[in-house]
């Protein structure tokens, strides 16, 4: 991978995060499917939203409260730029259903990735 410089002359190194929102039983599936990808590393969460299914509000002791929130779970990783399609590839057959509430995977630009135990910077940080 070639690292750039931005317009304000950083360096750009080229990674993706990729975040996925998976129903909590492809939790093992997919973890053991991104290991067999080689991917090194990933941050996983136990989360709660509503997307197409929404919540209700009702309220208890004075307070709104918001129900109908489904358990999901989060899968965030940081890869290089030429592995994004096919992680996302993977995640989408990984995770799919084919059913309302299958989730959503987000993918955002990555600035730089700092190692705290070395300092490495950039792709050899992740």
């Not at 080689?38 to 509503?50: A, E, F, P, R």
């Amino acid at each position: 991978m070639q690292a750039g410089k931005t317009s304000d002359g950083r360096k750009e190194f080229g990674m993706k995060k990729i975040t996925a929102i998976v129903r909590p039983e492809k939790l093992e599936p997919l973890k053991e499917a991104l290991f067999a990808a080689q991917v090194s590393g990933m941050t996983i969460s136990q989360v709660q939203g509503c997307g197409s299914q929404h919540g209700w509000k009702e309220y208890y002791r004075g307070t709104e409260v918001l129900l109908n929130m489904v358990p999901k779970i989060k899968f965030e990783i940081v890869v290089d730029d030429e592995r994004v399609d096919a992680l996302v590839d993977l995640v989408s057959t990984v995770a799919r259903t084919g059913e309302v509430g299958d989730g959503k995977i987000f993918i955002f630009p990555v600035e730089q990735v700092i190692r705290i135990r070395t300092g490495e910077r950039g792709t050899h940080a992740v």
